[in-house]
């Protein structure tokens, strides 16, 4: 078998993954990524981002990039589905915290594509399709990668391995690192339509309370503008994947989060169907591999963190690993990077994923007025509002990583 020395692998072409490797390539650090599918994927998945994810991946000219055919998203709603607006949240306020008041709505399989051709300017990055990672283990010295490939399968050798490969990460469990947490019982169901909901007083971004299903409903940039409506709903588990995924299930979906204001059936775009887990790897380093992006945590989508925070992971790990291999800094600060993301991935990613989704879904008519005051409250000065925003965009969760030594 063919066996190849390399200085960087990076297991997956996510855009965690492209990410890392554009950051090193970057950094003049030769790289080298593999992913197992054929191609970069493209489903429905991750679309909103958020303010301090702009700005970190403004330097690398990838926010100008997604800008030209993203939607800018400055105000978003929470709302009932019985009450109508609860509030209109103005991301103005953060205009001296931000360059980027505003969330940027972009399909995840548009933003690889600019990633991968940015990192493709650079000779000393590769990228490998169709080269599945099947096995990992490591030495003090190096790590050692058997990769399916035709007509045979090849051994890697690198310094060091970041796993960016997924939820599924096979380089987690190769490393034996646990995967604390647990999965919702209860699917969740993603559709959308070219059927406009700006007409009816949403904006491009909102999240419904509603005791029996709640909705979140994006805008997306799709091929061209309009665009396309996109809602995210949890599915009870007596219904089957197979209803699911018909048209005639997303149109009663459609007319009851319209509340009786939509008659016809709309057209159906996209649709699918996957299972919510809230996940935190034991560990985000083993030596010479690092986890980044889902294969170290993984949340239910409400509020959007999920990607971002796997972009945050990127920079911050890429930042410290071009510092041991150009510098020769001491590797204990990969530990910091450890320390950093994971602290603020339990403190703000997966608390308040879990804490949104727990609103969305309150029962009980007290609670949910007592939310709906809350919300209006935050809402009702400049001074409460800011701080409310400055934690749903995420930026209080970055000056509360740079703060841990
Ligand atoms: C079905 C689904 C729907 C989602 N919806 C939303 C949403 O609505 N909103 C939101 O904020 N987030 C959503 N997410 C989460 C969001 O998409 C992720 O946070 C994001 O994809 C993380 O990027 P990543 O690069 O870490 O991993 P991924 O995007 O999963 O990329 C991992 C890559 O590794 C490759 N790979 C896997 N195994 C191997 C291997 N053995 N060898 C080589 N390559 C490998 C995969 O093919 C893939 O290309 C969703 C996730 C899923 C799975």
């Known amino acids: ?78 709302r009932d589905l019985e009450e109508g607006l609860i509030v209109e949240w103005d991301m103005g306020v953060l205009a001296n915290d931000t360059k980027y008041p505003f969330r940027l709505h972009l399909e995840q399989h548009r933003l690889t594509p600019i990633l991968f051709k940015m990192l493709q300017s650079y000779p000393h990055a590769e990228v490998f399709f169709s080269h599945p990672l099947l096995e990992l283990t490591q030495t003090d010295d190096e790590v050692s990668l058997l990769i399916g490939s035709q007509p045979e399968n090849v051994l890697f050798t690198a310094n060091w391995v970041i796993g960016a490969d997924g939820g599924k990460s096979i380089v987690r469990k190769a490393c034996d690192i646990e995967f604390e947490g647990y999965t919702w019982p209860e699917r969740y169901s993603v559709m959308s339509t070219t059927f406009d909901l700006a007409p009816f007083g949403y904006a491009d971004n909102a999240y419904m309370s509603d005791p029996v299903q709640w909705v ?160 209006r409250k935050m809402n009702s000065n400049q001074d409460s509002r800011r701080e409310y925003l400055l934690n749903s965009s995420m930026i209080n969760s970055i000056q509360s990583a740079n703060r841990i030594t």
């Not at 054929?38 to 700005?55: M, Q, V, Y």
């Not at 949890?234 to 994947?241: A, E, G, K, R």
């Open 1 to 78: 078998m063919k066996q190849i020395n390399k200085n960087v692998i990076v297991v997956g072409a996510g855009p965690v993954g492209l990410l890392c490797a554009l950051q090193l390539a970057k950094n003049g650090i030769p790289v080298t990524v593999i992913e197992a599918e054929p191609e970069l994927t493209i489903d429905l998945r991750a679309g909103t981002f958020h303010p301090p994810t702009l700005e970190m991946l403004d330097p690398l000219g990838v926010t100008n990039a997604m800008m030209e055919i993203g939607i800018q998203v400055p105000r978003w709603q929470s």
């Open 216 to 375: 979140a409903f994006f805008r997306m940039p799709d091929v061209a503008p309009p665009g396309l409506w996109r809602m995210t709903v949890p599915v009870d588990s007596s219904i089957s994947d197979e209803e699911v995924l018909t048209p005639q299930y997303a149109n009663q979906v459609f007319k009851r989060a319209l509340n009786g204001k939509l008659q016809q059936d709309v057209p159906i775009v996209h649709q699918s169907v996957y299972r919510v887990h809230q996940r935190v790897a034991k560990q985000f380093r083993k030596h010479r591999v690092l986890l980044a992006g889902d294969s170290a945590h993984v949340n239910n989508p409400l509020g959007g963190f999920g990607l971002n925070s796997g972009i945050h992971d990127a920079m911050s790990l890429t930042e410290k690993l071009a510092k041991v291999i150009n510098e020769d800094a001491n590797t204990e600060i990969l530990d910091l990077y450890e320390r950093q993301r994971k602290s603020v991935n339990l403190q703000y990613v997966q608390e308040f994923s879990i804490n949104n989704k727990k609103q969305l879904e309150e029962k009980d008519p007290k609670n949910r007025q007592d939310r709906f005051a809350y919300l």
